[in-house]
């Protein structure tokens, strides 16, 4: 699958960039071990950030700003990353879905990056990020239609399917055994992937018995 980003987006943006992992992974409950390691990120970052220190994560305002620039309003549609955060910050925490999300969510709380895990089954051709048209829906994650417009969207054959605020149903991750792509949401270039993603698949390999994992930017 050829996963790329569209001339319109890199012309308003064009610090974007998509760090990707794609591996097979048996999906289930997160161990006790992951979680540990999962709860223990959550409490770290609540004692380091404050509400006001969150949009100045350099991964995060550069999303801000590149909303902006396609034409959307990054406070009323917070990036992932930014969302998470402000749960952590707020003492809500986050809910437990399965090893894979887990690992996600981890590495994009740590990060800035807003990160989505796709699995393959769902999705249907090459895969292209592009600005989605102004008025577009999908249905969202354990919420009704999202608003799409304006947003950098991951778009396969069929259709509209994720993006660094809310993905889709199509492609969730659910239980058993999976083909999944994990794509992080870069606008400040590929300089500062390559850590976070060496973490990404240390994780998935000593948490979620990952041993075939494949991993490039665009």
Not at 72 to 79: F, G, I, L, Q, V
Request: charged share 25%; net charge negative.
């Amino acid at each position: 699958m050829k996963i790329s980003i569209a001339e319109e987006v890199h012309s308003l943006w064009p610090e974007t960039a998509l760090g990707i992992l794609h591996y097979h992974v048996r999906v289930e409950p997160s161990s006790p071990e992951l979680l540990e390691v999962f709860e223990g990120t959550l409490a770290k970052l609540a004692g380091e950030y404050q509400m006001e220190q969150i949009a100045k994560n350099p991964h995060i305002a550069a999303t801000r700003s590149a909303y902006k620039a396609l034409g959307k309003s990054p406070h009323e549609y917070r990036n992932a990353a930014e969302a998470m955060l402000r749960r952590i910050v707020k003492k809500a925490g986050l809910y437990h879905i399965n090893n894979v999300v887990e690992v996600n969510n981890c590495i994009s709380v740590s990060s800035g990056y807003s990160i989505g895990s796709y699995d393959a089954s769902g999705l249907h051709g090459d895969v292209e990020l592009r600005r989605a048209e102004e008025g577009a829906h999908y249905p969202g994650i354990g919420k009704g239609s999202v608003n799409i417009g304006c947003l950098p969207v991951l778009y396969d054959a069929e259709g509209p399917f994720g993006n660094p605020t809310s993905d889709s149903r199509r492609a969730m991750i659910q239980d058993g055994e999976r083909e999944v792509y994990s794509i992080l949401y870069s606008f400040d270039g590929r300089e500062g992937l390559s850590p976070w993603m060496e973490r990404f698949a240390e994780l998935l390999r000593q948490y979620c018995g990952v041993t075939d994992l494949e991993q490039w930017t665009v």
